[in-house]
């Protein structure tokens, strides 16, 4: 009788354990969703007709193709502030090329310094293109 008590108490335990590890994944997923939902909410109000995005269905990251030739330039010599924020695209590409798009991350900023690095991008782009306008060229 003994042994079927402690098969029982491990039963529960290992249930409490897994829907302890249930509820933990749950807050993760809102603990991410929260972060992607304010990136976007931030997106739509800072880079609304400057940039491209979609919504990710899953992850951690936003892709965004900015309005750039090479966001690899533009990151290192205009937005080094927003390093931790975007990753160049082209550093994802087996070939080096320079790309337009650059992987956002928002796993990892809280709510205020996602808004803050997605406003600072804005700003940087805008000054970026008016530079450009003003050269008359790329």
């Not at 039963?11 to 992607?36: A, L, M, N, P, T």
């Not at 965004?64 to 010599?77: H, Q, S």
């Not at 997605?118 to 306008?133: A, C, D, N, S, T």
Request: contains cysteine.
């Amino acid at each position: 009788s003994s042994s079927s008590s402690s098969s029982s108490s491990s039963s529960s335990s290992s249930s409490s354990s897994y829907d302890g590890f249930v509820q933990h994944c749950g807050g993760i997923v809102d603990f991410y969703r929260e972060r992607k939902d304010a990136f976007l909410q931030s997106a739509d109000r800072h880079l609304s007709g400057l940039c491209e995005w979609r919504a990710p269905s899953a992850g951690m990251f936003v892709w965004i193709k900015l309005p750039v030739d090479d966001a690899d330039l533009f990151i290192k010599t205009k937005a080094r502030d927003a390093k931790g924020l975007l990753v160049p695209g082209q550093s994802f590409d087996p070939h080096d090329r320079p790309s337009p798009y650059a992987r956002a991350a928002f796993s990892t900023a809280s709510l205020d310094d996602i808004d803050t690095a997605v406003k600072r991008l804005g700003r940087l782009l805008r000054e970026h293109l008016e530079e450009v306008e003003k050269s008359g060229g790329n």
